[in-house]
Each structure stands twice: as C-alpha cells, then as structure tokens.
C-alpha cells in the first residue's frame, strides 16, 4: 500500500494582472483557513477529500464598495460575472483533471457546482485569514486592500488540486479572459513605445 503523495507550496507572491479596461486582479493560493478546515462538510458537505488549496481572486473595482448605489450594486454584479466567467473555466478544467474543484458565489457564500451546505462561505473572512486586509463593517463586510483601499472585490475557488495543477489552470484562463502582465501591458500603453 502506498502513501499519498504530500506536496508542499510556500506561498509566493500573488499573479498579478490588468484586464482589459485597465483594473488590477490578484490571485493568490493558500492553505485553507482554519475555519475551513474544520467546517468542510458544512460547507461542501458531498466531498470526499479535504479541501487542499483555497484560490483568492482579488479584482479592482472602479469605486470603493462601501456605500450602497446603484452603480456601485452594477459594478459589484459586472466584478461578479467576471469571476463566475473566469473561476467556472478553471474549475472545469481541474475536474476534467479528476480533482474536486468548485467556487464560492460571491453572492450568496455557497458553493457554484456542489451541493449547499449547512453554513455559506465567508469570502470576506477567508481574506482576512489567509492576506491578513483589514476589514471595515457595516451594512456588509468590505476588505480594505494595501494598494485599492475599499475599491476590492474578493472570491473564492477550492480544489484538491495542488498548485502544480491550479496555478497552469489560472494562467491559462487568464490569457483567454484578456488579462495581462502589467509590466507588458504598462509597455503598450505608453504612448511611443515601440512593440
């Protein structure tokens, strides 16, 4: 009888992006939180394996997510079906692989592909686990970002996949999302730069 095989990550820095109207996304992989491993089966009561790697994907929002508006609840649901769009992609691709994969709805806290849950996700907590941004509360959670301030819009992938496996997938998608390196899309932006 063989052991499973162990794979060790030291968390790196995240991937940074540009999408195309020039916001900045971050992804990052983790651990999970301790609160998700202990509460898997009441938030993703069919799997059979322990969560293994928690994907943060961090957008830049247009305008600070604090306050209730109504183009602020038009960017929150253009940031969401960017990631639903994105994050639906890379799990596909994972569970293709044979591996558990699923996303958060940013929405609601429960999971896309599997069954609900007893409890929802917290997004919000989780980030503050695993990056350790402030949080600021009031009528919801709102992450306050080094860089974005409250301009920050958090979700949320899982897989058993290790990050051999997660991080190809992400880059992957990304390229087909249009996001960018920043260093190259800085390059084509400058007026004059040569391609």
Not at 23 to 31: D, F, L, P
Not at 61 to 78: M, P, Q, Y
Not at 106 to 123: A, K, N, Q, T
């Amino acid at each position: 009888m063989t052991s499973p095989k162990v794979y060790t990550f030291q968390q790196s820095s995240p991937i940074e992006l540009v999408t195309e109207t020039g916001q900045e996304v971050q992804i990052s992989i983790h651990q999970p939180s301790s609160f998700m491993s202990k509460n898997l089966e009441r938030v993703l009561p069919d799997w059979t394996l322990p969560v293994a790697w928690v994907v943060v994907v961090l957008q830049q929002s247009r305008f600070a997510l604090g306050e209730t508006a109504t183009h602020i609840e038009r960017e929150k649901d253009r940031l969401r079906e960017r990631f639903m769009r994105f994050g639906c992609t890379v799990v596909s691709h994972l569970r293709d692989q044979g591996f558990l994969a699923d996303l958060i709805d940013p929405r609601d806290g429960y999971p896309w592909l599997s069954r609900r849950g007893e409890i929802p996700h917290d997004d919000t907590a989780v980030v503050t686990a695993l990056l350790g941004f402030p949080v600021t509360t009031g009528n919801c959670s709102i992450i306050t970002h080094p860089s974005w301030g409250n301009a920050v819009y958090p979700s949320i992938l899982m897989s058993s996949a290790s990050p051999q496996f997660i991080k190809p997938a992400l880059k992957k998608e990304a390229i087909q999302q249009g996001w960018k390196d920043p260093t190259k899309y800085l390059q084509l932006s400058l007026p004059g730069v040569l391609q």
